[in-house]
């Protein structure tokens, strides 16, 4: 049995993987990050759209600020989301856009004068601030007050994890890739590293470490359609939750996207309809304004999913041999602005659909993009339950999404979690606390028990084929666990997941290769998938209301009342059958933002007992300090400054904005 011993284990080379362990290294500690892949193959290289910062650059930008940024995040995640976090994030993420710049990532920027936009079906020239030129650019995107969002073409995951993986390499952090964590190593209480497969050669290697991250991304691939990656199949997530003791946080927060390709459903970008783009239907009707008067094709993610399937229910789908889709109209953004802002979108529909979108219209479909739910840790991105045990970016549940997280919001969340949860795990590691005592007895029955969980695959008599339940575990999520859910389907989801279970136990793999045995890898992975499905579809079953990408035919509204919590799910025992849920409730008494209307959608909903008082609370404070100086109101409203590391509590600078974080002439 190998061992190798480290100070940091971050399991996970994507974006937040890569920053959180930038953080550990410069505070002089040994970290070592595995991936399953070379680290710039990770899945952040696939965002398209753009990083969101309010850097308040650009005339649509101007006047944009924490608080409103704050505010977009919240309504978004329809009050789902930890509010202290979300502050945490806003005021970090200009300053990972600025780092990141000096990291070279070639963001758009500023160009003085007049230029032309289409907005709402129109073309109009917008002038850009002379001091403004050359600064960090931003586009429309994800819903928000104010254009945001950091881009660099429709490239922008691309540019940020070759910057991010370059800076890993000149900040000499071991990476080792094609090595797949299959199980941590723990006591109960306190987490050790890992048990990790050589993906290569079959081989199993114990990780030992002071603190481990996972920072693994989502877990789209329990999903039929989707636009995750093949490798994005939640083994993070599952090894977390296998632990028996760290939770995980609303797994049943799945988000699906409004355009995915159909039928093969890759990414087009949320930016083609920010920068312009139409939704329009087999008449090629434009159909979203008669359904969002005000937001329109730019309302949220989950939002314009549902009306694009209501629409397609109501008979209004185009028809094709591979089922109905809608359109997506981008001709009208024009060829200059298609081959520059939006290459990679022109390229995805010439190579896998054979349309050109500078001519053709685009057939879309809403699937599976991002995963809300992960793992649970508090506003420092540890395990409340397992010491030790870190987790950021899409893996984690930290909760900055609540129940839908917005277009940008996500790749921020990357580099800003990464910064914040390194700076934590950096300060644990050196701390005496962390010291390890750890028994080799401990290492050796986790190796063990790994290693015979593999073998017994391949000496299993058993006549299940991995390949087989997997498939029909995706079909039954895209079917019954989906963007509209019944009570009746989801029990249905949940009886046949157990069922699947079953069968999971009499895999048999042929081959008895040790590497390279893409079976073998399937065989151990689906009963990870299948116990992750099972949270997702349980706890969607058990919360009786609709909020966010969570909708629920059978109860509609959005019951602030008994529901305003998130769902902990937990797996007790290897043998259980079923997750155990636990709720963590929300104080609305604690909010700086009580729930209310998130600006689009129903406006029907069961309020908490306790949000009158505080909205009054909100509204005297926020008298006392009009036009005044917003810091000191946002400080006496909910204060979370003391949360961050010291080094990024810092002010962020913006052009015009005085002292009180006014803009110092409002007409500018
Ligand atoms: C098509 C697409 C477009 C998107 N566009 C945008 C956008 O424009 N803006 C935005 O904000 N967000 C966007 N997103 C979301 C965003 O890209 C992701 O949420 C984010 O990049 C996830 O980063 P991450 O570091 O958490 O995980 P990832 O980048 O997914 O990295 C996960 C890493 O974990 C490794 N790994 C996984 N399991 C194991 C294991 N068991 N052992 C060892 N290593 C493991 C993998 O090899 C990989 O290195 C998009 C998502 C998709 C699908």
């Known amino acids: 049995m190998k061992t190798i011993y480290t100070d940091a284990l971050v399991i996970g080379g994507g974006l937040a993987g890569l920053r959180a362990a930038i953080g550990v290294r410069r505070a002089g500690h040994d970290v070592i990050v595995l991936s399953l892949v070379p680290p710039k193959r990770s899945h952040s290289a696939a ?18 600020n924490e608080d409103i940024h704050f505010a977009d995040t919240v309504k978004g995640s329809d009050w789902g989301c930890d509010q202290d976090v979300a502050r945490m994030f806003v005021n970090t993420a200009p300053k990972a856009v600025r780092e990141l710049a000096a990291w070279g990532v070639p963001w758009g920027r500023v160009s003085r004068g007049s230029h032309e936009h289409v907005i709402d079906g129109k073309t109009v020239s917008l002038p850009e601030r002379e001091d403004a030129h ?33 800076q890993a390499i000149a900040e000499n952090i071991a990476v080792h890739e094609r090595m797949e964590a299959i ?21 199993l290697v114990t990780y030992i470490a002071k603190a481990t991250c996972i920072a693994t991304g989502g877990y789209g691939r329990i999903y039929r359609a989707t636009t995750n990656a093949v490798i994005n199949e939640g083994m993070g997530t599952a090894i977390a939750l296998e632990t028996g003791v760290a939770t995980l946080g609303n797994m049943e927060a799945v988000q699906f996207h409004p355009t995915g390709i159909f039928p093969a459903g890759i990414l087009v970008t949320e930016g083609c309809r920010g920068d312009g783009g139409l939704l329009l239907d087999r008449d090629q009707h434009r159909f979203m304004p008669d359904y969002e008067p005000e937001k329109k094709e730019l309302a949220s993610r989950d939002v314009v999913s549902r009306w694009m399937e209501h629409h397609i ?12 889709h809608l359109w997506l109209d981008i001709r009208l953004l024009g060829k200059k602005h298609i081959e520059g802002k939006l290459r990679e979108v022109k390229e995805i529909c010439e190579y ?10 685009v057939p879309v479909r809403p699937c599976q993009h991002y995963s809300m739910g992960g793992v649970r840790t508090n506003y420092k991105g540890e395990s409340q339950q397992l010491r030790g045990l870190f987790a950021a970016g899409e893996a984690a549940c930290w909760d900055m999404h609540g129940f839908n997280r917005l277009g940008g919001n996500s790749v921020a969340e990357t580099a800003v979690a ?62 019954n666990v989906a963007i509209f859910r019944h009570g009746d389907k989801l029990q249905e989801a949940v009886t046949q997941l157990q069922q699947l279970r079953e069968r999971a136990k009499n895999i048999r793999v042929n081959s008895s290769a040790r590497g390279g045995n893409p079976e073998l890898v399937a065989a151990y992975r689906v009963e990870s998938m299948l116990r992750l499905s099972l949270c997702v579809a349980q706890g969607a079953l058990a919360r009786e209301e609709s909020r966010g990408a969570h909708f629920r035919e059978d109860f509609k509204l959005r019951n602030d009342k008994d529901w305003l919590c998130r769902t902990l799910a937990s797996w007790n025992m290897d043998e259980d059958f079923m997750p155990t849920l636990n709720y ?20 029907d909903r069961v309020d908490h007992p306790d949000t009158e008082k505080r909205q009054a609370e909100v509204d005297a404070i926020k008298a006392k300090y009009e036009n005044g100086n917003r810091f000191a109101c946002q400080d006496e409203l909910m204060s979370f400054k003391e949360k961050l590391p010291e080094a990024l509590r810092g002010r962020n600078e913006r052009l015009g904005e005085d002292e009180n974080g006014q803009l110092a002439d409002a007409a500018n």
């Open 47 to 64: 965002a398209q759209g753009g990083m969101q910062a309010s850097l308040g650059n650009t005339n649509k930008g101007l006047g944009d």
């Open 134 to 166: 050359g600064m960090i650019a931003a586009r429309n995107f994800g819903g928000t007050q104010k254009w945001r969002t950091c881009y660099v073409s429709d490239g922008t995951g691309h540019s940020m994890l070759y910057t991010m993986s370059n």
């Open 183 to 203: 199980s941590l190593i723990h006591d109960g209480e306190r987490c050790y590293g890992a048990v990790v497969r050589n993906l290569m050669t079959g081989e």
């Open 313 to 324: 229910l109501s008979g209004k789908g185009v028809q094709s041999r591979f089922g109905e």
């Open 352 to 361: 896998f659909l054979g349309v050109d979108p500078i001519k053709d219209l």
């Open 418 to 479: 990464g910064m914040i949860v390194g700076e934590f795990m950096a300060e644990y590691v050196g701390t005496e606390g962390a010291d390890i005592n750890v028994s080799t007895a401990l290492i050796r029955d986790a190796y063990n028990k790994q290693a015979t969980r593999i073998s017994g695959y391949c000496n299993s008599s058993g006549n299940e084929n991995p390949f087989h339940i997997m498939r029909s575990m995706q079909e039954l999520m895209s079917s």
């Open 584 to 603: 963590e409730p929300l104080d609305v008494g604690k909010m700086e933002m009580p729930p209310g209307w998130r600006g689009y959608g129903a406006k």
